[in-house]
């Protein structure tokens, strides 16, 4: 039996049952119609929905630092990450535009899937290599198919930005029982906070602010409206770690188009 049907077999399915091979299927008479891609038929990808999906988030992290590996394992529901990983994390609109964006980046090179969360507006996934080529290459396949760019990314807004120096008992025992997956802060700690959007800037701002200083991350939340990243430690290495942060989210925003 062949693989696909043929345009005959397709003339006399039409108006009725639906077929796997990117014609138009009709639900009923009045019923909206779609298209169904495949792998096989690459020029229907340019006339389907697939270009109309928007660019959130596009964020390379290089190497995955121990802690920040750590708490994105904690949260994982694929496969867990090591630290000196690449990762790829997009975030993509609408939300359920994430299963195709996924499908087309896992086809596209050997990487793996950590994570997929799909919510009402947004979909993020986040994919793990030791190789970084083979991240980048993922990423360049699925930018080409969505007809998209890195700079056409939207660029990072900071909703807000502090640091609080020694942080008192009660306030650091009501942090750490709203955290559980990271690392706990101690009284006395000095505490950096930031909170972006999109939420997935807050990814890369950890990472770059583990590489910078000697800190403990505490929380790192990248879905959702807003990203909220908190990070503790001594205050020099907090305040490094902070204009570490700050530096990444101003690179971001130098690169990217949109607002």
């Known amino acids: ?71 994105m394992g904690s949260v994982s529901q694929g496969f867990l990450p090591i630290p000196g990983d690449a990762c790829l994390w997009m975030e993509v609109s609408p939300g359920m535009a994430v299963h195709r964006v996924t499908d087309i980046a896992l086809k596209a090179s050997n990487v793996r899937l950590g994570q997929m969360v799909v919510e009402r507006a947004f979909g993020s996934m986040a994919l793990y290599h030791r190789d970084q080529s083979t991240v980048l290459h993922s990423g360049d396949v699925v930018l080409e198919a969505i007809g998209s760019s890195i700079e056409q990314r939207r660029a990072a807004e900071v909703s807000w930005t502090e640091v609080i120096r020694a942080i008192t008992p009660d306030h650091a025992v009501l942090i750490n029982r709203l955290n559980r997956r990271g690392s706990m802060i101690e009284a006395g700690m000095s505490m950096f906070i930031l909170e972006t959007e999109p939420a997935g800037y807050v990814l890369i701002a950890a990472n770059e602010a583990e590489k910078s200083s000697n800190i403990t991350v505490v929380d790192v939340k990248a879905v959702g409206a807003f990203g909220r990243l908190t990070l503790a430690g001594k205050e020099g290495d907090v305040e490094e770690a902070a204009a570490a942060a700050m530096r990444t989210i101003e690179m971001i925003n130098r690169t990217s188009v949109n607002p």
């Open 1 to 71: 039996m062949n693989r696909f049907a043929s345009f005959e077999g397709r003339e006399r399915r039409r108006g009725g049952s639906a077929l796997v091979t990117g014609t138009e299927v009709h639900s009923s008479s009045a019923g909206a119609s779609c298209v169904i891609t495949t792998d096989s038929e690459a020029p229907r990808l340019m006339s389907s929905q697939v270009q109309s999906i928007e660019l959130r988030t596009y964020v390379f992290i290089d190497s995955l630092q121990p802690q920040l590996a750590a708490y």
